[in-house]
């Protein structure tokens, strides 16, 4: 008599590449101090897209150790999103999460969300997380107050909030079955998280929020996208060009949406051609180029919830293709957080409102 095939309750899959420091603790945090039920309830699923150093044999001799961790092995390096990819394929959980290598959970993570899976049965599962930055200080993101008080499960038309926590696919554990409805892949490039998340938000019927940190989002890692200059940051506009391909495909009469989307789009754009980290200082000026023509591209017709201050003036900088004006006001922006820097030891050298990764204040309609 043939016995059914008992699939894990949780797949998590892990992209590795360049991440030899930090691996070892990123793979403990997930399979650490798991009883027996939990350990039975998740496989581990790692990526080795080409890494250059160590990382290759350290999951060979990771996985020899522990039954429940297999090694997908690129033969070449296929970037973040398509290694995501090649780890789903693999995935037989009823949940997928992915996690990045360079990250990690906090103690009796796992367990909990695990306990939430089996709860609330939803579709989607978001969760809070901490900022680590290389000197040990920690902090809360401008989106953790937007997860307070969900209980149970909802749609994102009873909590739009929700559309504003940060876009990445790290923060949300999706019900496998749900992403193969919804055909929802990751695309190659950099920023690949935009399309994947946004859809995953708007199209579930039902989402749960776990009101708590369980994950540790590293900063400023040498080689991580957030902290490196390059011309790649240019990818972002074709991400969002899928994004809105997407939404006029499967929701071509939805305006408020629509709205919602593209000022968050705006406000990230903003922060990627603003970020000295990301931004070598040549390409600024084309980048802002390229940031108009998204505006003048997918501008809704009934205008859209412009934040408020800085953030404001930017959007309307950009409105009016006024480089010259957006540049002289991102210097003295800079210059104005140096010397708040200089006169009190908690002040930051340049606040940053970002709706699309920390979101600000919505407010008005341009």
């Given at each position: 008599m043939a016995t059914e095939t008992r699939h894990p309750l949780l797949s998590v899959v892990v992209p590795v590449y360049g991440v030899e420091a930090h691996l070892h603790q990123c793979l403990d945090s997930i399979l650490g101090g798991l009883d027996a039920a939990d350990a039975a309830e998740v496989e581990l699923i790692a990526v080795d897209d080409a890494s250059p150093d160590r990382c290759g044999e350290m999951l060979r001799a990771y996985a020899a150790r522990r039954p429940t961790v297999r090694i997908v092995t690129m033969p070449s390096n296929v970037g973040l999103g398509l290694a995501r990819n090649a780890g789903l394929d693999e995935a037989t959980g009823r949940y997928v999460w992915f996690v990045?290598?360079?990250d990690w959970l906090p103690p009796d993570t796992v367990p909990a969300v695990l306990a939430r899976l089996r709860t609330d049965r939803p579709d989607v599962l978001l969760m809070d997380h901490l900022r680590v930055h290389h000197d040990g200080r920690r902090e809360e993101d401008a989106s953790s107050p937007l997860l307070r008080g969900v209980d149970g499960c909802v749609r994102l038309a009873e909590r739009p909030q929700l559309l504003r926590v940060q876009h990445t696919a790290w923060n949300k554990v999706v019900r496998r079955a749900f992403l193969t409805e919804l055909d929802l892949r990751f695309f190659p490039g950099w920023y690949e998280d935009i399309p994947f998340s946004h859809p995953l938000l708007i199209a579930a019927e039902r989402i749960a929020v776990l009101d708590g940190i369980c994950y540790h989002y590293r900063q400023g890692r040498p080689g991580a996208i957030t902290s490196t200059r390059?011309?790649?940051?240019?990818?972002?506009?074709?991400?969002y060009d899928r994004l809105f391909g997407w939404l006029s495909a499967v929701r071509p009469d939805d305006t408020g949406l629509r709205a919602e989307l593209f000022a968050l789009m705006v406000s990230h754009l903003l922060v990627v051609v603003g970020n000295e980290h990301r931004m070598p200082a040549e390409l600024r000026r084309p980048f802002f180029r390229r940031v108009v023509e998204h505006y003048r591209r997918y501008r809704p017709a009934g205008g859209y919830p412009r934040p408020g201050g800085v953030g404001g003036l930017k959007h309307r900088l950009v409105a009016a293709n006024s480089y010259l004006a957006y540049s002289a006001l991102r210097t003295a922006h800079r210059i104005a957080g140096r010397l708040?820097?200089?006169?009190?030891?908690?002040?930051?050298t340049e606040p940053v409102a970002v709706p699309a990764e920390q979101p600000g204040a919505l407010a008005g309609r341009q």
């Open positions: 990045d290598s360079d390059s011309d790649r940051h240019f990818d972002v506009f074709d991400q708040r820097s200089a006169g009190t030891a908690t002040a930051s």
